[in-house]
């Protein structure tokens, strides 16, 4: 599919005004999606990544951004288009302005719908072939070093530091065994975020003080809320690992445990469904 312009977006809806057209941020957004819904979509719906239009790619905020570019550009303009976009940390944030075509994830991102016991417990019972570990545990272990990752991408937003948390190896400064995470050098870990920022390292002390205030302002919340999803697929994916099963990208593992039924108990989820099947 050639990228288009929203203007080009706009003109297409004009000609066939049946057309429904749901907006996801990346390619993995777009076949989840496909997979949810293959049985009941509209023959007229469409779901597209952000990337298959030309907007501009924001340094900071992603293809994220780029949707709700996008979304606002053509907010009102064709009532058939939609966007599903993560919530992200915008709820902490208290940033809830956002198009009004937008449809935000029940969660913090698409991967959070997958981070519960139910599919932890699957993945080791029918992958893993293990009872070395129970889910909870799995699961508590992997939020637990999730959280020093939550905490510093907040302070980086509040802050402005601009700290590179998905493209530096932070997972490499965790140590997991049997499916647990046994230690997590956090002043590694921050220490790496600054340097691969640009930003001297006089700056750690604060950080690290910064980070650890915003731990506990984020442990009040549903852990699904605040984790990255992403992170914690990286942190899953060591525990695996630990266990002896071989896992590159944990959503791999996870992704085929979602039941399709689960999408009709997410308000937000279950009305992105209820657009592409023409309701």
Known sequence: MLRRSPEAVLVTHEFDPRRRELYVEGPG?????????????????????IELVDMPLTRHGGNRQ???????AVEDKAPRIRGFVDKDQDHILCAMEHPSNSILTDFRDRESYVLWTANIAKVLS????????TPEDFLASTFSAALLLAAAR????????????????????LKTKD????????SGILRM????AGLSLQMLANLEKD????????????????MHGKDSMKIIAKQFQSLNVVCEDAFHLLGPTFNRTEGE???NLASAIAFVEGK
Not at 179 to 186: E, M, Y
């Open 29 to 49: 957004d777009a076949i989840f999606f496909r997979w949810l819904t293959e049985a009941t979509r509209n023959q007229d719906s469409l779901i597209i990544a």
């Open 66 to 72: 780029r949707l709700l570019d996008f979304l606002s």
């Open 126 to 133: 029918l992958g893993a072939h293990t009872d070395k570990v």
């Open 154 to 173: 907040l302070v980086s937003i509040r802050q402005d530091l601009k700290l590179p948390v998905s493209d530096t190896g932070w997972e490499k400064k």
């Open 179 to 186: 499916g647990l995470v046994v230690s997590v050098d956090r």
């Open 193 to 196: 975020l600054l340097q691969n």
């Open 211 to 226: 980070v650890s205030a915003a731990e506990q302002e984020l442990m009040v919340w549903e852990p699904q809320q605040v």
């Open 265 to 267: 108990n997410q308000r």
